[in-house]
């Protein structure tokens, strides 16, 4: 079936660096979504890609959809405290209601003050 | 607009025990799904409905019933609890066109001792 590699599993980083988290699949993906997740919490929606090589940006984030469409990436630039959280992707092949979205198995952003 | 509810937020079950976990939407969306997430684990799809009436399979089914009487409410059953059942339940519903994004409800963290 279809499988979606998250990496790295956990990353600590002290406040200010960057955090880029990468999402791998086995096949070409019709379209990936971002959450992310508070501790404690439930994920929440980011964005979706859906174009080969997209680049979207919101605010300090950068998210990235590859040339084959097999793979992403989300960017943090100057993390925060509020950051803090569990990044994860779902990755879609084909359209139509979530039944077909697969999750990675997420990055753990921890932020050293 | 309360977006999507779960209730309970916690219960603890005996094994061999039954409960039915809520959830209610009232954004009038056709898609609902229940995932569960077991700790440093992604999202695994347990069932989905994309309308009243209608519900299938995700990927781990097992031990698990839902039914969906009406758009808003989409309760999942357990029948004979059992200790691998003890996670975190997130129900999310969705429009359902295009991947739109999933709308989490804060979850129901379940022990089966």
């Known amino acids: 079936g279809q499988q979606v590699m998250q990496i790295p599993q956990y990353q600590h980083v002290q406040e200010g660096e960057d955090f880029t988290t990468y999402c791998n699949s086995s096949t070409t993906l019709s379209n990936i979504q971002w959450y992310k997740q508070r501790p404690g919490g439930h994920p929440v929606f980011l964005i979706q890609?859906?174009?080969?090589?997209e680049v979207k940006k919101q605010k300090r984030l950068t998210f990235q959809f590859g040339e084959a469409k097999k793979n992403s990436s989300l960017h943090i630039t100057a993390t925060q405290t509020t950051d803090v959280g569990t990044y994860f992707c779902a990755g879609s092949l084909r359209g139509g209601g979530a039944d077909g979205l697969t999750f990675g198995k997420g990055t753990h952003l921890i932020i050293q003050p | 607009n309360a977006g999507v509810t779960q209730t309970p937020k916690f219960r603890i079950l005996k094994i061999g025990q039954s409960m039915t976990l809520q959830c209610a939407q009232d954004?009038?969306?056709?898609?609902m799904y229940w995932y569960r997430q077991d700790p440093g684990m992604g999202l695994k799809l347990i069932y989905y409905s994309v309308g009243a009436g209608i519900t299938d399979k995700g990927e781990v089914p097992n031990g698990y019933n839902v039914s969906r009487s009406t758009t808003e409410d989409f309760p999942l059953r357990l029948e004979l609890a059992a200790p691998s059942q003890t996670s975190v339940y997130f129900c999310a519903s969705t429009v359902g066109r295009n991947n739109s994004p999933l709308h989490f409800g804060n979850g129901t963290r379940l022990t089966v001792t």
């Open positions: 890609l859906v174009k080969s090589g």
């Open positions: 954004m009038n969306h056709n898609y």
